[in-house]
């Protein structure tokens, strides 16, 4: 099967620009999450999608990030407008069963997103 | 609040030893905890699941223990080879009751020829 994809794989954009992320999950896979890592830090949780809709968005920094899941497919991440800080690794993962915890998440291989 | 404590020094081994990683977490009683590698450019790919009533998984040359008195995983591979060299990290749901792992920083494993 196909593995989750997630587009661009890098981006590089001003500070006060938008940048928006893109995540496909593994086909059938209703639960998607977005972590980040940031430099030197451990990889943190942002938002939890159950199908299209928010079960838990807890770790989302602030309102500059605007996360979609139109129709329970793919996933969108917005940054808008862009500071400094957020720079870092985006993370997107999906499971079949937020519960089923034996099979781990499938994660992506990341955005490296470098704000400057 | 929560804490995972994953010793942030490369370890070094010889090919062929027995590679040991330590994950401690403070101030709760996790229900699971796992572990995942990840190799440079890439997302954690998960290698295993220990819950709290198991003392020990295996799985091929991997090897993982969970004490909770200790609050302590560890995490064994044995004969190390160096394509088992990359960053292994260890993540435990956090308190609350989410399901959702929270992740430490990750120790890096160099294995050499």
């Known amino acids: 099967e196909a593995g989750v994809t997630q587009f661009p794989s890098h981006s590089v954009i001003e500070k006060g620009q938008t940048v928006t992320l893109r995540c496909d999950p593994i086909s059938g896979h209703d639960n998607l999450y977005w972590y980040r890592r940031v430099m030197g830090k451990e990889i943190k949780f942002l938002l939890h999608f159950v199908k299209e809709s928010k079960q838990d968005e807890s770790g989302m920094p602030n309102n500059r990030f605007l996360a979609e899941r139109t129709g329970g497919t793919y996933s969108t991440l917005k940054v808008q407008p862009a500071e400094l800080e957020d720079s870092g690794v985006y993370f997107c993962?999906?499971?079949?069963?937020?519960?089923?915890?034996?099979?781990?998440?499938?994660f992506g291989s990341g955005t490296r997103l470098t704000v400057v | 609040s929560q804490k995972i404590e994953q010793n942030s020094e490369a370890l070094n081994i010889q090919e062929g030893k027995t590679a040991t990683l330590t994950c401690n977490y403070t101030?709760?009683?996790?229900?699971?905890l796992q572990w995942y590698r990840q190799d440079p450019g890439r997302g954690p790919v998960f290698l295993l699941l220990?819950?709290?009533?198991?003392k020990e998984k295996r799985k091929e040359r991997l090897k993982v223990t969970f004490d909770t008195t200790l609050k302590q995983s560890l995490f064994h591979i044995t004969a190390a080879q160096p394509a088992d060299s990359a960053t292994y990290l260890c993540a435990l749901p956090p308190s609350g009751g989410s399901y959702i792992p929270t992740f430490g920083r990750g120790t890096s494993l160099i294995v050499h020829p």
């Open positions: 220990i819950r709290e009533n198991e």
């Open positions: 993962a999906s499971s079949q069963d937020v519960g089923d915890l034996s099979r781990g998440y499938t």
């Open positions: 101030n709760y009683s996790p229900a699971y």
